[in-house]
Nanobody, 126 residues
Framework: QVQLVESGGGLVQPGGSLRLSCTVS????????VGWFRQVSGLEREGVSC????????SYADSVKGRFIIARDVASNTVSLQMKDLKTEDTAVYYC???????????????????WGQGTQVTVSS
């Protein structure tokens, strides 16, 4: 059984930092891509950052470039998202996702990621 469990969300003031972690079990990272997505209630899910299966390619939403960093630890089977200089518009539920097959350049397409976590709330507010 594949499980993705996110942690690290919470309440932070604007300008602050948070580090999200995603512990993956049941699959081995490095086969498929991994990514972080977020969703605000009533709005569409947004891709935040993804990493290809090889780890050589990453992508970031324009709104988070320069502030967020995605990382993967194959040894511990975890994925992280380091977030700094947080803004109120970063408030959302953040989801970790992982794929089970190699998809080449389409590594951040949500429809190609088979496994999803339950999400962790990030609230940026003063």
């Amino acid at each position: 059984q594949v499980q993705l469990v996110e942690s690290g969300g919470g309440l932070v003031q604007p300008g602050g930092s948070l580090r999200l972690s995603c512990t993956v079990s049941g699959i081995t990272l490095g086969v498929g891509s991994v990514g972080w997505f977020r969703q605000v209630s009533g709005l569409e899910r947004e891709g935040v950052s993804c990493m290809s299966s090889t780890g050589e390619d990453t992508s970031y939403a324009d709104s988070v470039k320069g502030r967020f960093i995605i990382a993967r630890d194959v040894a511990s089977n975890t994925v992280s998202l380091q977030m700094k200089d947080l803004k109120t518009e970063d408030t959302a539920v953040y989801y970790c996702a992982a794929g089970k097959v190699y998809v080449g350049s389409r590594f951040c397409e949500a429809s190609l990621l088979s496994y999803w976590g339950q999400g962790t709330q990030v609230t940026v507010s003063s």
